[in-house]
DNA sequence: GGATAAGCGAGACGGTACGTCTCGTCTTTTG
DNA sequence: CAAAAGACGAGACGTACCGTCTCGCTTATCC
């Protein structure tokens, strides 16, 4: 007997070669949502405006993401990859003012703000702490390796966590984006990576 | 046991005697507001509901405070101090390992989380996220005072900017609990002090 | 002399005295949807139709009437009264003929063919059913007492029951309307009565 | 092979021979629908349940009958033969005591009710109304048989028309089902076989 | 017996309607 | 006369269903 599957239709999802009417209504509402999202916030997004912006009906949506938390999710998955390049200039202390630079900016930027909000709304369901959890810890540990670098070089101690200090770093910056709406101004973007710097340097192995 | 605290900060708004009816109805409104807040969230919060826990109707509630942020806002200044006691050990390192888990214990707390979320959320209204960063700046500045006692001490230099020490402290423990859910273990939080703690330490004038 | 603007509620707003805003709305809400099921049939009556039809939200009709089917239940018996005028011509021919005669008037009607499609749509939801069991019972009580007279004059034996004969004379006429679709042409209307009328004399205590 | 309606007026589509996959496809459907039919009732029917149900693609049944209503009439024609056998017990009395009875014990039947019920229905579409309107003349007119018979075997006067008797006495028993929802309880099928034959009876040419 | 056309499975999609849930406002009634 | 009570306007949400469309594959018929 033959095996079954011989001609078994190769991928399992998208099998629509590219340019399907799927596919159009997918990336259209995925646009929408980011650009409401942009001009609007995640509070005065509905399902109506993403809808007529992209030019699909209310229904489509529903049909393919079921809830507005999905689409937001999805969407912004679909824009924001969690694949940042992570600076690499040599030295432990270049590495980080430049990615607190580049952090700082990402999040003055309106996607950026969102993309944060909506991270902090997705602590109220189960599922989407989830899939926020796998996010941020992607991203995170990929960050690490400015640490890992300065460790191999020789910068630092083995004892440095790279997963605590890189939070050490982004967590003020956050904090004030998110909690206190200060300026994410130079001052204090230096005394920052001044005091996780010195910090994890003045760590050993004693 | 409905005393509803005899001695809180006396209000700015209630101009009526402290036993009248209005004060019954207010105070009556603001802990079923926390108590939804509590066990529900700030999402799933609906005026009905709270209106029905206080035994009052959903009318006197827009009467009195006009929207449900104002609500919420009037709520959670009423129950929480801005004036949380910050630890005084003796030495940085028993202050920041004081404070760092005191502050894991509250966030820990559905009123703390509800309490960060909610400021989170202010910021999409102007004048709520201008309430937001008076609260933030005081509760801030007034940790900020472990660092100067530590200077004046001599343990610090004096260049080391309290703001700045603070944030980068309390930065990463909000860092966890609203953006990436990950647990507040006391690995995180030594590994949190031991950084900020050497990196201020190696902060000199020079 | 003014006619109407003698004494008081502005023409437009008629508040105060018998209709609160509550009766303005029920009013025409009733209103709408009658005139909606007469242009356009059950089938095709809508809410929302019957919400821009009478100026109000659609939102006020399900808070009011939670579902369609009670609204349009309760919008037929505004307008249907059970109390329809019964023939008493002094001898049962002339009842009968005046009441087939009037029945079939009535069920040309478009309220009248509505009102039947209506209840029988109410066969499928047993409390719509229980309504329909008492607007029909008292219906045809009412038109059974043609026969009572009869019988009261001597027209009839006491054996006949007046409920089994109005639903002899009814019975033919509903049938064409709701389920052959014929005319109820004249002959067809002498034919049931005479058949009734003869049927019913040529019963005796015998 | 086991043919459904032998007799059903030469298929205008499908000439396809007997075991073809249509031909599955179209008893199946058929099948399903007026099993879906009789448990939920007219209303509570979607092509979705009658597509689950056949095991059939929702699209094929669009396909095939286009819209519900087709599919709806296809099925109960496809079960219902408008030649339901007429009682001939050698008297008109004999003859209608068991058609009532007959009758009222198909119409306790799902299928009985379901059927009377689409008939309704149908009212509403010209072009289905069409349908109905033969379907019926066809059953009335084989039940006028019963008086036909009557009349030659000098039962009955010539002048009686028994397009009027038959309605005369189905009419009764359909009202009884479809608007008032009594049951057709055999004191009411006596009175209704008395009236109706003393009724047609009494007349006569003069 | 292989081309070929008719039909089917699968998956969306446009579109209409339904009924629910809030928020915040307005009117009516009552103490 | 002010607060309680109760609708109401407004608008979003999510669901159910109808009927349409496209694509790829499977049959059955026909040349």
């Keep these: 007997m033959d095996e079954v599957s011989a001609h078994r239709p190769a991928a399992k999802e998208p099998s629509r070669r590219t340019g399907g009417r799927s596919a159009r209504v997918r990336a259209a509402v995925l646009a ?5 999202l942009l001009d609007g916030g995640l509070s005065s997004l509905s399902v109506a405006d993403v809808a007529e912006r992209a030019g699909v009906h209310q229904t489509s949506i ?8 999905n689409l937001v999710v999805d969407a912004l998955l679909s824009r924001v990859g969690t694949e940042a390049p992570i600076p690499d200039t040599g030295s432990l202390e270049g590495d980080l003012r430049a990615f607190v630079s580049e952090s700082a900016a990402f999040m003055a930027t309106p996607l950026g703000a969102a993309l944060a909000r909506v991270a902090v709304a997705m602590g109220d369901s189960p599922e989407l702490a ?3 959890h796998e996010y941020w810890s992607r991203a995170l540990s990929n960050a ?7 460790a191999t070089r020789g910068e630092l101690a083995r004892e440095v966590d ?3 200090a890189v939070e050490a770093i982004a ?5 004030r984006m998110l909690l206190t709406g200060q300026a994410l101004d130079p001052e204090f973007l230096n005394g920052v990576v001044d005091t996780v710097l010195h910090g994890t340097q003045a760590i050993t192995a004693g």
Excluded: N
Excluded at 62 to 69: A, L, N, S
Excluded at 144 to 150: H, K, L, T
Excluded at 171 to 175: A, D, N, V, W
């Design 144 to 150: 690490g390796r400015m640490f890992e670098r300065a």
């Design 162 to 164: 790279p997963q605590v």
């Design 62 to 69: 529903y049909r393919r993401w079921g809830t507005k938390d």
């Design 32 to 36: 929408a949502t980011v650009e409401a």
């Design 130 to 132: 989830e899939i926020r």
């Design 171 to 175: 967590g003020p910056l956050y904090m």
